[in-house]
């Protein structure tokens, strides 16, 4: 749906323009009913402090997309620069699906039942409270019941469609 007076815009510009904006990289995973599902995202954003909550963008076409949304849960793990090969394996540049995914790093349950990476720069254990479809995308929101952080470890950022380190400090 456009808006009067508005030109539609080439998706690939847009997607040109947004290559420009440095973006975390996190792993995102689930398991429940559906089975054992994870992806590379970063698409990321906290909604709130109070009561915890974040919002993650998961494209619909993904194969991965309705187990997040069967299983209610998920975990977000931030990835540190260390572990580039394991955001390539989520983002699925390997021939691994599903479980197969699981078994390259350490992984454990959180209390909600989703996988936490162990060596992640920090973990949210989350609830699934509410889905939202904008264009090609599910918005999932997920309530956050538990946090874990290391205090160390440079981040693995996305920035013009490569990997970057972020500790770099002004």
Not at 42 to 55: E, F, G, K
Not at 101 to 117: D, I, N, S, V, Y
Not at 146 to 163: C, Q
Request: aromatic share 8%; with cysteine; charged share 25%.
């Amino acid at each position: 749906m456009a808006f009067e007076g508005m030109l539609m815009l080439d998706p690939q510009a847009y997607r040109d323009a947004m290559s420009e904006i440095a973006s975390p990289v996190h792993l995102i995973a689930t398991d429940g009913p559906a089975g054992l599902a994870g992806m590379t995202v970063t698409a990321l954003a906290s909604v709130t402090d109070h009561p915890a909550t974040l919002l993650v963008c998961v494209n619909r076409k993904s194969p991965s997309a309705p187990r997040f949304l069967e299983n209610k849960v998920f975990s977000v793990n931030s990835l540190g620069v260390e572990d580039q090969k394991l955001a390539d394996i989520f983002a699925g540049r390997t021939h691994e699906h599903f479980a197969e995914k699981f078994t390259h790093g350490a992984w454990r349950k959180g209390a909600t039942g989703a996988p936490l990476f162990i060596g992640a720069l920090a973990n949210f254990d989350c609830r699934l409270i509410e889905v939202k479809d904008i264009g090609t995308h599910h918005i999932l929101f997920g309530r956050v019941e538990a946090v874990a952080r290391r205090d160390e470890g440079a981040s693995l950022l996305y920035h013009r469609r490569g990997y970057r380190r972020g500790d770099d400090h002004l």
